[in-house]
């Protein structure tokens, strides 16, 4: 999925002007590192087990390419990087997944792939030298696996180690939102940006809140740092067989470079 991205924004980068920045088309491309403190549990059908997930720093990186078309919406696409590998106590009457039940009081591990990426669609509602507010809507895409390894029992009584691998895909709708307000002649402005679904079971919110200084401002290229804190949770009813209750949240720091 990197490549994918990579590859996405290399190509919106040859169509963006080298100067003059927003007479014609505007392009965004950024990375940010996020140092995330991961929790939760997963399934594919049943209960659920809850893992204790190791602390992650995570990559994400963005593209956005902005026109002044009437109508069409702007575009962004994100890709963002969110393996969670963890250990457990198998607790109940064990865990079943991918057709084996897991020994309860056993240990076990996963590791598991949620990395997404996000395809925004957005307008600008309201864009100025102090104020901006954009709004769309976003799919996320994942396209990942989970593979956890422990103790089951076996028809003749004994434990055996075997390894269960359920791969999963699919769209996750979700409302989208940014405003960033500056701050007149500091070179600083703060952010918050963030996607949201609520519908039945579900719940996925992804959300970031932070503040930018702005390096480089000239007519042909604009460099920001930006640092804040970003948190997601992944409540998923049933997306290819998988259910999820995790949560994954911390600071993060990144740049942004404006063409």
Request: glycine share 8%; aromatic share 12%; net charge negative.
């Amino acid at each position: 999925m990197k490549k994918y991205c990579l590859a996405a924004a290399l190509s919106m980068a040859c169509l963006a002007p080298a100067a003059h920045a927003d007479t014609l088309l505007g392009l965004y491309v950024g990375v940010d590192a996020w140092q995330a403190d991961n929790s939760g549990s997963f399934a594919d059908r049943g209960n659920m087990q809850s893992f204790n997930f190791d602390d992650e720093t995570f990559t994400s990186y963005y593209a956005a390419l902005e026109h002044p078309i009437p109508l069409v919406p702007n575009i962004k696409l994100k890709y963002t990087e969110l393996e969670l590998n963890g250990n457990t106590t198998i607790s109940g009457d064990g865990f079943t997944f991918d057709g084996s039940t897991f020994k309860p009081g056993t240990d076990a591990t996963a590791m598991t792939d949620f990395s997404h990426v996000d395809y925004i669609l957005y307008y600008e509602i309201f864009d100025n030298d102090l104020v901006s507010i954009d709004l769309g809507v976003n799919a996320k895409q994942f396209d990942g696996e989970v593979v956890v390894t422990g103790d089951i029992n076996t028809s003749d009584g004994q434990g055996d180690t075997v390894t269960e691998t359920v791969d999963f895909s699919g769209f996750i709708p979700l409302v989208y939102g940014r405003a960033e307000v500056g701050l007149p002649l500091t070179g600083l402005s703060v952010f918050f940006e963030g996607s949201l679904l609520a519908i039945d079971d579900s719940k996925v919110q992804d959300y970031q809140a932070g503040i930018a200084w702005e390096l480089i401002d000239n007519l042909a290229v604009d460099v920001a740092i930006k640092a804040g804190y970003r948190q997601m949770t992944l409540e998923l009813d049933d997306i290819d067989d998988i259910y999820t209750d995790l949560d994954a949240s911390g600071p993060f720091a990144g740049i942004q470079v404006h063409f």
